[in-house]
């Protein structure tokens, strides 16, 4: 057996493990850690606020760090060709800066008011935007790749503490919640419009569609697709927030006695 009827085998065996599936058993346990680390994270700190603190800060600080050094390293590698592709105007780069945020702030290491709006955004842009970029994740890295790791740790960062905030601090998103979040969403594309067309970048998927298959893909061609968006946004800030909607109900007053 020569040495290409080897690299081949090899290949064909070793291929496939290096490549991601989308639903495959790799995705799947990301997909499940997603969900088990904040359960896990809440389990541990109940009746420890210093140690609830300071998985929120920590959280935060590998969140945001994260973002720099991969963008940091993109720059080295020579992935970032111009300055604008650096900029932090995707919606789960904002994301990570609400969320982190929101940690922050229950960290008590700086203090937003009263940690609601941020938080709210955290929530309906954590779990609304950044998880379709988890289910149908736009990346074409190879498991292992420096870039590979930080997209999941990234997004699935922001799902898990998004959930641990909700979880540990019994937050929940207050009346009228789901129109701000959509109000500062309409910010947010106006942002990303303005970049986009200075720039000629993509931030946002507002010029075209991800290269990798997405569910923009089942929404029409462009610029169709950006308005079913918007009124899916809707849909799905509603959606997130319907849990809460019966804890806010007024209780009714108790009739007067005899």
Known sequence: MNSDMI????????????????????HLVI??????????????????????????TTLAVG?????????????????????PEALPMHLCDWAVFVVGAALLHRADVFRFGNGQLVYELA??????????????????????????????????????????LTLRFGLRPARGAVWRAWGWSQFYLL?????????????????????QSSLLDLLGPWPWYLLVLEALALVLFTLLDLPFWRTRRPRRAAPPGP
């Open 7 to 26: 690299s081949l085998m090899a290949t064909t065996v070793l291929e496939p493990a290096r490549r991601f599936a989308l639903f495959g058993p790799l």
């Open 31 to 56: 997909l499940a850690a997603t969900v088990l680390t904040p359960l896990g994270l809440w389990a541990v700190s109940r009746g420890r606020p210093v140690l609830a603190r300071i998985i929120c």
């Open 63 to 83: 969140l945001l760090l994260d973002r720099l050094l991969v963008v940091v390293w993109a720059f080295h590698l020579g992935r970032i060709a111009a300055w």
């Open 123 to 164: 929530y309906f842009w954590g779990l609304g935007g950044t998880l379709q970029a988890v289910l149908t994740p736009d990346t074409a890295e190879d498991p292992g790749s420096p870039f590979f790791i930080s997209f999941f740790l990234s997004h699935c960062g922001i799902i898990a503490s998004v959930l641990f």
């Open 191 to 211: 942002c990303a419009g303005a970049v986009n067309w200075l720039a000629g970048t993509n931030f946002g998927y507002l010029a075209r569609k991800p290269r």
